[in-house]
């Protein structure tokens, strides 16, 4: 993967977003300026995120993510989605899949902000381990390896944070190069 490349066009749909909402006045455009600043806006602004986009929207949870929140979502680039086993991402985005691929893309999603130190701390503050509960109910336990943030699920995959605190206008996002899974 190339993180030089993602850093930059984050850092670019970012700026994109906020200088979009600075200039433009007009009230009937507020709902489309608010929700390009959202967790979906933002990540549908990086091409490193086409394919959680697509997920988030064959699932039906762009309103949700589209929400108030706050959230937090560990955001699998598309190249954690290519380390499935092929055909998997194509069987998931069937309609007949939007149970379980809800379930998937939930299971990424915490209730409530937390960057980067705030976790950090959580895992220092519980003895090296800090079991984060997720919207879809399971659990993935964040630790520290070589002083990054590293998640486990409960199948026991393991997922690296690979840039944290990507600030939407409800919550934020960190990007993970493992898609992690729920029981």
Known sequence: MNFKKLIPSTLFAIMISVGSYAIDTDPKNDKKNNEEKTIVGVAAGNENFTTLVAAVKAAGLVDVLNGDGPFTVFAPVNDAFAKLPEGTVG??????????????????????????????????????????????GGIITASLKDGKVILT??????????????????????????????Q
């Open 153 to 182: 699920d409960v199948k026991g995959n393991v997922s690296t944070v690979v840039i944290a605190d990507v600030a939407a206008s409800n919550g934020v996002i960190h990007a993970i190069d493992t898609v992690v899974m729920p």
């Open 91 to 136: 069987t998931l985005l069937k309609p007949e899949n939007k149970e379980l691929l809800t379930a998937i893309l939930t299971y990424h999603v915490v209730a409530g902000k937390f960057v980067a130190s705030d976790v950090i701390k959580a895992i220092k503050a519980n003895n090296g381990k800090f079991a984060i509960k997720t919207v879809q």
